[in-house]
């Protein structure tokens, strides 16, 4: 594997709900199972389709965009994953041309087949100008189709004649059971008892032609003329805390690595089994996740409030995105319209709502620069706290979300992807003033 490339394509589909993820996941499961190596990678800023692909194929899961990543980590990334893989697939973000960037702009700059994925359930030969329309409207190269929820062969056969000279490469039928999902997206992999069992399924069920997969080229992607940025080891003899359970979950394994990459060592924690922040930790993490949906848990986590409000004190850095705000807040409002208490370092009340209250990519300007990342939440703060910083909404330029300080602490809404600037990542967990 590696030496002549990989089997690559991008699988994108009309929307979201088509069945993206479903796709990827059982290829991954049916790649992996037939003994091929697998990774997947994932376009746009998302933190849960990842741990299930993740859990399909085996690999962790890194995110590629054009703005938020940076065509340069891209194409290293997918350089990287070709030469691991005998397979490397891409999952798209919403429609195919959705966004600035979209998921074409990303196939078209690295030249990624596409293999759309259509949901076929109340529809027969439309799949066909459905398929002819994405392929041709921008125009991007298409590998071929996966019909989702396929109701008998009769019906593949409409779907595969309507497709004129595009391959129908798999069907799928509609399933006896979906992967669940939940107000952010997909239940998170360790909350479905049985999700192996699950994705071993959908890879039974998948009919696919392993011929004309076979038969596509492989394809590599060179990355030797990128220039190589070494990251200063600006947090070199540091220890950052973590955050990680099912409360706190929303972490890029690029954070990860850049913070490594900056020298640190990562000590993790949670806070659901009410850890305490570990000792000796000189700055504290907390990313974002399902604080909500733990509220009652966290409230009666003594341990773990008061080692953070220790550390606030003790003018330890913190900081904590979204759901890691949400934590740190005074009180936790969940959908019955019950308050929480939680550690109350950042003055507010936190209250959450049926609508979206923010989604898209921004960047937050610091000392060293824009340090780009997005948002995606449903609840809403209510402080009296002024804001010190706003977020800029990519592409528009409009407000973005508040960043607020108190002492130590720095917390937003605003997910950070550390590896766009890591000397700005740095200065959050140095504690340095946007």
Not at 90 to 105: F, Q, T
Not at 110 to 122: K, N, S, Y
Not at 135 to 156: F, I, K, M, T
Request: charged letters at 20%.
């Amino acid at each position: 594997m590696g030496t002549q490339g990989a089997r690559v394509v991008m699988v994108a589909a009309i929307a979201s709900g088509q069945g993206k993820t479903t796709i990827t996941a059982a290829l991954a499961r049916r790649f992996r199972r037939s003994g091929q190596t697998v990774r997947v990678l994932k376009c746009g800023p998302d933190f849960i389709d990842p741990m299930l692909l993740e859990r399909a194929s085996g690999a962790p899961v890194h995110s590629l965009d054009l703005w938020m990543v940076g065509p340069e980590l891209c194409r290293r990334r997918l350089a990287c994953a070709a030469r691991e893989a005998d397979v490397v697939l891409i999952e798209g973000v919403m429609g195919l041309y959705d966004g600035k960037p979209s998921a074409a702009d990303l196939a078209r700059e690295f030249g990624i087949p596409v293999l759309a994925v259509i949901d076929a359930g109340a529809m027969a030969q439309t799949a066909g100008a459905v398929v002819l329309g994405l392929r041709d409207y921008g125009p991007v190269q298409l590998a071929g189709v996966v019909a989702n929820r396929v109701g008998s062969e009769g019906h593949a056969r409409m779907v595969a004649e309507s497709l004129r000279d595009i391959p129908l490469l798999g069907t799928l039928p509609k399933q006896a059971r979906r992967l669940p999902e939940r107000h952010l997206g997909l239940v998170l992999p360790d909350e479905v008892g049985d999700i192996d069992a699950v994705l071993d399924a959908l890879a039974d069920e998948l009919k696919f032609d392993d011929a004309a997969w076979d038969a596509m080229p492989p394809h590599s992607f060179d990355d030797s003329a990128l220039p190589s940025a070494p990251i200063s080891p600006l947090l070199a003899g540091k220890t950052v805390a973590i955050a990680r359970d099912a409360a706190f979950c929303f972490l890029y394994p690029a954070n990860l690595d850049t913070l490594r990459a900056l020298g640190a060592q990562l000590a993790y924690f949670s806070p659901l089994a009410d850890q305490p922040v570990p000792d000796g930790a000189d700055a504290v993490y907390l990313p974002g996740g399902y604080p909500e949906l733990h509220a009652e848990t966290l409230a009666q986590a003594q341990h773990w409030q008061a080692s953070i409000r220790a550390a606030h004190a003790a003018g330890r850095p913190i900081l904590a995105e979204c759901g890691g705000m949400m934590a740190v807040a005074e009180s936790i409002t969940d959908k019955d319209g019950h308050a929480w208490p939680m550690a109350g370092l950042l003055p507010g009340q936190v209250k959450m709502q049926g609508r979206l209250a923010g989604l898209g990519a921004q960047g937050m300007p610091t000392a060293a620069g824009v340090l780009r990342g997005h948002t995606f939440h449903y609840s809403r703060l209510e402080t009296g706290t002024a804001a010190a910083a706003h977020a800029v909404k990519h592409p528009s330029g409009a407000e973005g979300e508040a960043l607020y300080r108190s002492g130590s602490l720095t917390a937003s809404y605003f997910h950070a992807f550390f590896a766009s600037n890591p000397e700005a990542a740095a200065g959050l967990l140095l504690g340095a003033q946007a």
